[in-house]
Each structure stands twice: as C-alpha cells, then as structure tokens.
C-alpha cells in the first residue's frame, strides 16, 4: 500500500457550504473520494491511499491538473483508491468538487 500527499494552491474558494462530500466506490478498477471542506480557502489537499504502487508522478500529474481546472480551494480530498486509470481518477475528483459545491436541497 502506497500513500500521497499533495498539496497546492488555488486561485479561489470551492463554491457552496457543504461541509463533505462522498463519491465513488472502492470496488475494482476504481475509487472513492472523499472531500471536506477543512482548509484555508486558497489551500487543497489530496491524500491517496493506493494498492498501486510507483504511480506517484502520473498521481502528481493527474492532481495538478485537477487543482488548475476547478480551483478547489478549501478543500480536502482524501482518495481510496482500487486501481482506477488516470480518466476516472479526473472524472471522481471532478465529480466530488460538483457535489460538495451544489446546494443543500
């Protein structure tokens, strides 16, 4: 089991008051995210949790790229993951931040 931390900036605050969010399911070939809303409103956070050892530059690549799209300042992202390819891992991370940014109805 291998464990990532990467931290970055970005450029603004997640939108909404949703304190988490959960997406996804730890099943074969992919994963869950998690998401909270912990940190200081320019400041993210992704921490990986992944059976999948010696990916931590496509990880490194994969959440840059996620932080530069959606700027999810505020947020702490803790990932689950079962093997997802690079596509799902951008596609649950992209779906947590829509989660914990809609309203609460």
Request: negative net charge; glycine residues 8%.
């Amino acid at each position: 089991m291998e464990s990532l931390s990467y931290r970055h900036k970005a450029q603004r605050r997640a939108a909404g008051s949703k304190p988490m969010a959960i997406v996804g399911v730890v099943a074969s070939g992919n994963l869950e995210v998690l998401v909270e809303r912990v940190l200081p409103d320019t400041e993210c956070q992704v921490d990986i949790s992944t059976a999948a050892e010696g990916f931590g530059t496509v990880w490194e690549v994969v959440v840059a790229d996620f932080v530069e799209r959606r700027s999810p300042g505020g947020l702490k992202l803790s990932i689950n993951d079962g093997g997802a390819r690079p596509d799902t891992v951008a596609l649950r991370l992209a779906q947590s931040v829509r989660l914990i940014e809609a309203d609460d109805r």
